[in-house]
């Protein structure tokens, strides 16, 4: 199995500095680029402190500048929010200025908040439609000369300037719902799914329609399939009551995006009082710790191989989750020095 890591620059509240979350998120990823990642992704969010990304492709861009061997993606480039000939031409140059290091994901977004200021109107469940517009008129406008006349968008014969470095640019497409795993095996795209902070049962069923939808085009070349989880390695048992305790206090911010209450100032969504999220399933620190990637080495490499027994490609080590930033480094470390060689 291989390791991807995903990172954000993220702040709970402005008592963080920007200029140590900037630096912080970078020694993070020249960390992963030497202990044996291949991949690290950067996501695409507009607005909120939670999640500090506006456009993927700097962050990308950057990273590359100080890595010599990681590969670069997005997880994902929001399609709704782009227009072909950009989006095209933005990610060419990224994998140009990174020597041919991109890996594109792209999907349909996930908070109705962010819509309603990116793209007033619609809905986020409508939003997978304009991503299946989107990938071949990319595609077409990376090989040479096209016109476009869809749904969605229209122009003129046109081209992505400047071309990818890369002959053929690896694609990534977020799934969780049976349509977008068919579209996903059919184009041969490869897929990331997120549990969220749901049992294994969750990867099982990711896993079926994986397997279902290959059972739909056969003789098509198997994508590989990622699955992402929250991470944090800790040196005893007894510590993983820090990253739940982080955990509980992000996803109470989280909610309140993914609901759309409102309650945001300044970018920074109010956290809901834990106290009145007791009695929630989602919310219960011994399930947090259960499910989520939190642990000791051993404790990690355990869960890891249920994992790779299920036929997962890659595991997603998704950091942050309001975590700080020490101990963020000190779980990469034991990553990196236990982890990862147990697989190699």
Not at 72 to 88: E, M, N, Q
Not at 118 to 144: C, F, N
Not at 240 to 250: F, M, N, S, Y
Request: hydrophobic share 40%; with cysteine.
């Amino acid at each position: 199995m291989k390791f991807q890591l995903a990172i954000n620059m993220e702040r709970i509240d402005d008592s963080i500095d920007m200029v140590s979350v900037r630096d912080h998120t970078l020694d993070m990823v020249k960390m992963a680029d030497q202990g044996g990642f291949d991949i690290v992704w950067a996501a695409e969010h507009h607005a909120m402190e939670m999640t500090i990304a506006p456009n993927p492709f700097q962050l990308l861009t950057w990273w590359g500048d100080h890595t010599t061997r990681i590969r670069l993606g997005t997880a994902v480039a929001v399609a709704p929010y782009w227009t072909p000939i950009r989006l095209a031409g933005e990610a060419a140059m990224t994998d140009l200025l990174t020597g041919g290091r991109l890996e594109f994901g792209i999907g349909s977004g996930a908070y109705q908040r962010e819509f309603d200021r990116m793209h007033p109107g619609l809905k986020q469940s409508d939003a997978w439609r304009y991503m299946h517009e989107m990938i071949p008129a990319v595609k077409a406008l990376w090989a040479g000369d096209y016109e476009h006349d869809g749904e969605f968008w229209k122009f003129p014969k046109s081209t992505s300037v400047p071309k990818p470095a890369q002959k053929e640019v690896p694609i990534w497409v977020a799934a969780r719902a049976p349509i977008t795993f068919d579209y996903a095996v059919e184009h041969g795209y490869n897929i990331m799914s997120w549990p969220l902070t749901r049992p294994m049962s969750e990867v099982d069923q990711y896993m079926e329609r994986f397997a279902e939808a290959q059972a739909k085009f056969p003789g098509r070349k198997r994508p590989e399939i990622a699955m992402m989880r929250h991470t944090a390695l800790v040196d005893r048992a007894e510590d993983v009551a820090i990253p739940v305790a982080a955990a509980r206090r992000q996803l109470s911010q989280f909610e309140n995006l993914f609901k759309n209450l409102g309650d945001v100032k300044n970018g920074f969504a109010k956290q809901i009082p834990l106290e009145d999220l007791e009695n929630r399933a989602e919310y219960d620190p011994q399930m947090l710790a259960e499910n989520l990637m939190f642990g000791t080495p051993d404790q990690i490499i355990e869960r890891l191989k249920g994992y790779e027994a299920r036929g997962v490609d890659s595991f997603i080590y998704y950091a942050s989750l309001g975590l700080g930033q020490a101990e963020q480094k000190r779980s990469m470390e034991l990553f990196c020095e236990h982890v990862i060689p147990a697989f190699s």
